[in-house]
């Protein structure tokens, strides 16, 4: 049931006598245990699952879903220690701001396509924003050799490694880009 409105931003609801469309633009946040007993290479806790459970349990989102997942992020255990809670990180101002710049270079590059953000691209518009360096072009060919990318799978790398470029400031889409995107990819 999310395929459509994660794909279109829109819900179509047809009856016998007639047909709405609603938009339906949205963030998917989602989480889930790696396995039934949420205990997969935890360095702590031993997972008790076979290999058959664990391929059951994740194959639970089926395969056009999970193409259209853009990043999938494993969150190991955080120990919780005193070292852990002082150490400090880049604050939520600065990281607001470098948001902020990279969605204003995102809506300046793409006004004549009437996409705000790179999520929004579709089709050869994907290809002319977001097309990497040659490095970058050559992960990709090797990404879809080894992982078996599917054309939808692939746009969606392009547009997060596109996305990670801005956030850095760079015009260009480079390898490194594109490897880091890749990384978002590789739990699915």
Known sequence: ML???LE?????ISRA???VVFPARFMLVAAMNPCPCGYLGDEVRQCRCTADQIQRYQSRISGPLRDRIDLVIRVPPVPVT?????????????VRERVLQARERQAARQDAVGVRVNAGLTGRAVWRH???DGRG?????EAVRRLGLSARALDRVLKVARTIADLE???EVRGPHVAEALQYRTDL
């Open 3 to 5: 395929r459509q409105p």
């Open 130 to 132: 977001c097309a990497p």
């Open 82 to 94: 005193t070292d852990t809670l002082a150490q400090p990180g880049e604050s939520s101002v600065r």
């Open 137 to 141: 072009r050559r992960l990709l060919d």
């Open 17 to 19: 006598s007639r047909s």
């Open 169 to 171: 400031g760079v015009e």
């Open 8 to 12: 279109e931003g829109r819900v179509s």
